[in-house]
């Protein structure tokens, strides 16, 4: 798009900053959108800025991070940080409670206000809740220019499920950099275990959450043990005590202390995907899971439940076998032999040119962040009826 020189400043929140998914996505973005003029500066809605990837590469690449906790105060500073930077395009990543922060954006004139929904918020919700995001989802829908979601089932659950009728609504699915994923680890997997040569390692990956369900990982292992076939579980991404004193006690319960692994957080999980035979991921509440995406863009099988997101996913790329989401252990011991005998039979390179011609590539993904932030950078504050009503998605968009 034409009609706009220099930099263009865009202010990015979110909740916190660790190894999810969505800081990683973030974070392998930001080099295409700082070659092309963008400069993104970031607010973290918690504490303390965590340790994940996102912020070293914000700041790399000319921009800013800001701890903001929402606190007594936080109107205030987050109110003077927009009148500090007068970021053209305010982008926030929190679900339902975007709608307040964009509301925030309005007032301080902000003409382009995006937000972005990255999960499918499909769960129980009491009344409070439910007031709460009637609240938050009204000022979304008043002072949003733009809504995203990383996959059809997240407007669905998380805005509304006639968000195809809402002509500032797209899906821009995550983009993947597979280089980073082809990067070697130092470790050698199955030494770093103590695996033998005849084992099944079984990867999985994601932050510990109630919702990721990582204590399923042992009673899957125990069923594969029934089934004659020895097995590891290693579990990578951030812990938490609670959860992880989970996964243990399930693990000394089945008699399988020994065989499951908790890593923590790792910046070479690409290396040791790919040493892994298949990739459980037993979460129940998903957008468009990375922790499915990744090992499928390397040729690792992998077994998920039965999420709108992983059945999106597996309908465009092979080597997702699906199961119910309240599947036995038993269930998810048979989808891992079938996924493990798919590891086995796909060689990397061809899951990669598969890949790389599949709408999850990160150049479609910047390509539509850029049409974006340009739209609105050229835009006064007066204007953004008439650009909102023009506007209309790109090719490379899924409605």
């Not at 974006?372 to 998605?393: D, H, L, N």
Request: glycine letters at 10%; proline letters at 6%; hydrophobic letters at 45%.
């Amino acid at each position: 798009m034409t009609g706009y020189a220099g930099r263009l400043r865009v202010l990015r929140v979110v909740g916190e900053l660790n190894f999810g998914g969505t800081e990683v996505r973030t974070a392998e973005l930001l080099p295409r959108l700082s070659a092309a003029g963008v400069e993104v500066h970031l607010v973290t809605l918690s504490d303390e800025v965590g340790p994940g990837p996102l912020a070293d590469v914000v700041i790399r690449h000319g921009g800013t991070v800001t701890a903001l906790p929402l606190d007594l105060r936080f109107a205030v500073r987050f109110l003077r940080l927009i009148g500090q930077l007068r970021p053209d395009v305010l982008h926030v990543d929190c679900a339902n409670f975007s709608g307040v922060l964009l509301a925030f954006g309005a007032l301080r004139g902000v003409s382009g206000r995006v937000a972005h929904f990255r999960g499918d918020d499909n769960q129980h919700r009491n009344p409070r809740r439910r007031a709460y995001r009637w609240i938050s989802g009204r000022l979304l829908r008043f002072f949003a220019t733009d809504i995203l979601g990383v996959s059809p089932s997240s407007l669905t659950f998380g805005y509304d499920p006639a968000w195809p009728d809402d002509p500032r609504c797209r899906v821009v699915l995550n983009g993947l950099d597979l280089d980073r994923l082809r990067r070697p680890s130092s470790d050698d997997l199955r030494a770093l275990i103590g695996a033998g040569a005849a084992d099944l390692v079984c990867v999985t990956v994601g932050r510990a959450s109630p919702d990721k369900r990582r204590w399923l990982l042992p009673p899957i292992l125990a069923a594969l043990r029934d089934r004659g076939v020895q097995a590891h579980a290693v579990l990578v991404g951030p812990g938490d005590r609670a959860d992880d004193d989970r996964v243990r006690a399930a693990a000394v319960a089945a008699g399988l202390g020994d065989r499951v692994h908790l890593l923590g957080p790792r910046d070479d999980v690409g290396g040791l995907l790919r040493q892994a035979d298949v990739v459980v991921h037993p979460s129940r509440l998903e957008g468009l899971p990375g922790g499915v995406l990744e090992p499928v863009a390397l040729g690792v099988g992998t077994v998920a439940a039965d999420l709108p997101g992983v059945r999106f996913i597996g309908e465009r790329l092979p080597g997702v076998t699906i199961v119910d989401v309240e599947a036995a252990p038993q269930v998810w011991a048979r989808a891992v032999g079938a996924a493990a005998a798919y590891t086995a039979t796909t060689a990397a390179s061809v899951a990669a040119e598969r890949f790389t011609r599949s709408v999850f590539a990160i150049d479609t993904a910047a390509s539509i962040y850029l049409e974006i932030y340009r739209r609105w950078a050229s835009v006064r504050p007066g204007q953004e009826r008439a650009s909102r009503e023009s506007s209309r998605p790109p090719v490379g968009s899924e409605r």
